[in-house]
């Protein structure tokens, strides 16, 4: 494997990007990739589509950014916009793959990040991430580290056709129990993300992975019918299948997708409920929980959990969740000053999208937080 990439050492100019708006799934607000390209070489992956500019051949080549941690250490300390929030490490690359074994640059990326107190949200498909559990628990216990490793089939043989240099499946869940044993406090779940129709939406199969998620501890479990295909991402996967022992998926897949990127919401909307009636009864959560700022943000962030859990919710159960409420969560998390002072002048209906209908889901929640600190967070705001 290591002959098969090509790596090169590249400088620059930043290191961290800052996200307009938190993701709502992994509430990451910043993401650092310490690698261009990613050796898992996963057969579905998005890094091939053109939307990414990957400025190296991502088959063979791998980008080492060089003195990534310095620069890093350099923006946080100098920025006085970059107020402490959530950092992904890896987007379009996993931070842990083969190469991290010798260059390190995620650790030392993760090193910056634990002596500057920033909380981090991982999702990773290498046990390798084990190896950092000396700062991982120091994170976790200064601010917030959520992990998930992303398994969509305890098939070790498909999944390694699908992600040949990634860590089997089985590794993974060891790895997560792990994990979980040592260091209680990190927030752990399975990104069970993308569901590959055909390949991988058989219910028994889906349950296997809920059962063994369970089991290994997992905190959550984030699940998405379905597989973007883009481009030639779509091209370079259609072509893998082809030529493979699952190559009787390609028609069925073509037929369902009908020239789209997408499958028909229909298919999502009955795996998504098939899902969420298995996690609860498996008694896992299909959100993770958001790392809360102690500053004027405090209550910002909490809202907006509660408003943006609420509309994935109804989008999961009913087929159709409210834009409105998806965006009044989501311009909470730049709102530059605390919604309680906003609620106790009046002025909710003079923020975008707050109709009556936010209003009165948060208007309990918010004259609670206004008189005192609540005892119990927004959970029961969300039954
Ligand atoms: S691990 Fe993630 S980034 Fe790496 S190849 Fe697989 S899907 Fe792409």
């Not at 634990?114 to 000396?134: C, E, F, H, M, V």
């Not at 399975?190 to 369970?214: A, G, Y």
């Not at 795996?271 to 009636?277: E, F, K």
């Not at 919604?339 to 009556?356: A, S």
């Amino acid at each position: 494997m290591a002959e098969k990439f090509r790596l090169i050492y590249k400088e620059y100019k930043s290191a961290i990007n800052k996200l307009k708006y938190p993701d709502s799934w992994f509430w990451v607000r910043y993401t650092i990739n310490p690698y261009s390209g990613c050796a898992h070489t996963c057969i579905y992956c998005d890094a091939r589509s053109q939307r990414y500019y990957l400025e190296q051949d991502f088959e063979h080549e791998i980008i080492i950014k060089r003195d990534i941690d310095k620069k890093l250490e350099h923006t946080l300390k100098r920025s006085r916009s970059m107020l402490p929030d959530v950092i992904g490490p890896g987007g379009v690359t996993d931070g842990w793959q083969p190469v991290e074994r010798e260059v390190e640059n995620t650790r030392k990326v993760l090193k910056v990040i634990a002596q500057n107190k920033y909380p981090i949200g991982i999702s990773t498909k290498s046990s390798l991430i084990i190896r950092d559990i000396d700062i991982l628990q120091k994170i976790a216990l200064d601010t917030w580290c959520t992990v998930a490793f992303s398994i969509t089939t305890t098939n070790e043989e498909l999944a390694g056709f699908l992600e040949p240099f990634s860590s089997a499946p089985s590794e993974r869940f060891e790895t997560l129990k792990s994990l979980k044993e040592k260091v209680p406090q990190i927030q752990v779940g399975i990104n069970l993300i993308p569901i590959i129709p055909f390949l991988e939406d058989n219910e028994d199969d889906l349950e296997d992975i809920v059962r063994k998620s369970k089991s290994a501890g997992a905190d959550f479990i984030l699940f998405s019918p379905g597989l973007t295909l883009r481009d030639s991402q779509a091209q370079f996967f259609i072509n893998k299948l082809k030529e493979s022992k699952y190559n009787y998926v390609v028609k069925p897949l073509l037929e369902l997708y009908k020239g789209q990127m997408h499958p028909p919401s229909e298919y999502a909307k009955k795996l998504n409920l098939i899902l969420y009636t298995m996690c609860q009864e498996y008694d896992i959560n299909i959100r993770e929980k958001r790392w809360i700022p102690n500053d004027f943000r405090k209550w910002n962030y909490k809202v907006s959990e509660l408003l943006l859990n609420k509309e994935y919710l109804e989008l999961v159960r009913t087929g159709k969740g409210s834009n409105i409420m998806k965006w009044a969560g989501l311009i909470l998390n730049n709102l530059n000053e605390s919604i309680i002072d906003v609620y106790r002048r009046g002025d909710l209906p003079k923020l975008k999208n707050f109709n009556k209908e936010v209003i009165s889901i948060i208007n309990p929640f918010l004259n609670e937080a206004a008189k005192s600190e609540p005892k119990q967070g927004i959970d029961k705001f969300l039954k």
